[in-house]
């Protein structure tokens, strides 16, 4: 079970103080700590570091009342053993303020849960503890162990955890069943996208096959043709001569395209390119492909999201391949044509299939992705010739699971903020006095 609290993961934990004498002996330890091998044991030496290097905590008067809650007291003690936790997380800002407010948040958590008869068992506790060591890839009693070499008690740590517990109990008891997310909603969320939803991409290709055992020809082939192109004329200088793709009389140049349309592989190699920029080879199987991005376009309202893709793939042999392509083409009109090409003929030669854009092969995918449906290409595809035909193309169908979790994801908001005005309202109506 994850506490509520808004505490960073442990493996950020360092002490980090303005001014502090020990600042060597801290940079060592952060750097134990994000270290790839980081371990429990390098964790606890370095925990151990710390506590033998910082300012001993004033003993005087520890458990002395700081500040009451209701008439519940708030120690010295606990006040300096959350601003120490704290320091070990690597909190920013004022730790002994941020430490009392927090204890006080967590003395009304636990107040209102008293008031709903909400308790945590030791099993959940445990879990609880559990789960927060496990980010740091520890055991609780490893965290535990490592809080101690650095003055925290697990007395500390325990009442953190089930203070978070219990709240999330409160939540769920007050206000589950009186949050409810419409359809609409979901829709409206689902309709604004990840950020690509919609973006349009106007690209060059240049595509050079690589047959079995001349993967690395071809590579290094790109990488010298690429290392020629200063612009984008001399990029359409260099696919007339060199690219196997069906846009190379054109200059390796597409059409505008929705950015769905092309396959995962090719997603993040276009957005990561600039205008005019040439992207890296890309190993599309059976081939290796440089791509240039001419322009990007995003839309003002909503657009298309992921996409399916009805496709049909004709092999050919690679050395009548073009020819009998060129024939193929004159005779068809839709997908459904080529099975009377292919009548007679083994199975595989003809395959018929309808798969999100994203999942396409590469190569597959790029070809695919500026036809429109009853169009067709051919190219190369390492020993074979491959004639490509779009059938059809369609936004995905309602996912239920993708609606379920979106909508899920909007109740855990809105109960994240009831959340955070109950405690609001706990806070104005509490008592809250020093000594």
Not at 337 to 347: E, N, V
């Amino acid at each position: 079970m994850t506490p509520t609290h808004r505490v960073p993961q442990f493996q950020q934990i360092a002490a980090e103080r303005p001014n502090d004498p020990c600042e060597e002996k801290k940079m060592m330890i952060r750097a134990v700590v994000k270290a790839p091998a980081f371990t429990p044991l390098a964790l606890i030496l370095a925990l151990a570091a710390l506590l033998l290097g910082a300012a001993p905590i004033q003993a005087q008067n520890l458990f002395a009342p700081r500040v009451y809650v209701n008439d519940r007291a708030i120690t010295e003690f606990e006040v300096q053993q959350r601003v120490q936790m704290l320091r070990l997380f690597q909190t920013q800002g004022d730790l002994e303020k941020e430490a009392l407010k927090a204890l006080i948040e967590d003395r009304l958590r636990m107040s209102a849960a008293k008031a709903l008869k909400i308790t945590a068992t030791p099993e959940q506790i445990m879990g609880g503890m559990e789960e927060f060591a496990s980010r740091a890839n520890l055991t609780a009693e490893q965290f535990v162990a490592a809080l101690g070499q650095a003055g925290v008690s697990a007395e500390t740590f325990r009442d953190f955890v089930q203070a978070g517990l219990v709240w999330r109990e409160v939540v769920r008891a007050t206000y589950v069943g009186r949050i409810s997310v419409s359809d609409a909603e979901v829709d409206r969320v689902l309709a604004k996208g990840d950020g690509t939803t919609g973006v349009r991409v106007l690209v060059s290709e240049l595509v050079i096959p690589a047959p079995a055992g001349q993967e690395k020809a071809a590579l290094d082939r790109a990488n010298r043709i690429r290392s020629q192109i200063t612009s984008e004329s001399s990029f359409a200088a260099s696919a007339r001569r060199n690219s196997a793709a069906a846009t190379a009389g054109r200059g390796g140049r597409l059409e505008w395209m929705p950015l769905a349309n092309l396959p995962a592989a090719l997603t993040p190699v276009i957005l990561g390119l600039a205008p005019g920029e040439v992207s890296q080879p890309v190993n599309m199987g059976g081939a290796v492909g440089l791509f240039q991005l001419r322009a990007i376009e995003k839309p003002n309202g909503p657009g298309v999201g992921s996409v399916n893709v009805d496709y049909a793939q004709y092999s050919l042999p690679a050395a009548t391949g073009a020819a009998e392509a060129a024939t193929i083409r004159a005779k068809v009109d839709t997908c459904n044509d080529l099975y009377a090409i292919a009548k007679g003929q083994p199975a595989d030669r003809l395959i018929r299939e309808t798969k999100p854009a994203s999942t396409l092969p590469t190569n597959t995918g790029r070809a695919l992705a500026s036809l429109d449906p009853g169009e067709s290409v051919d190219f190369p595809s390492g020993a074979a010739h491959v004639f490509l035909m779009l059938c059809a193309r369609n936004p995905v169908a309602d996912d239920s699971a993708t609606r379920d979790s979106m909508r899920e994801k909007l109740i855990n908001e809105q109960l994240a903020a009831k959340a955070q005005s109950l405690l609001e309202e706990l806070r104005f109506d509490a008592i809250i006095r020093e000594p």
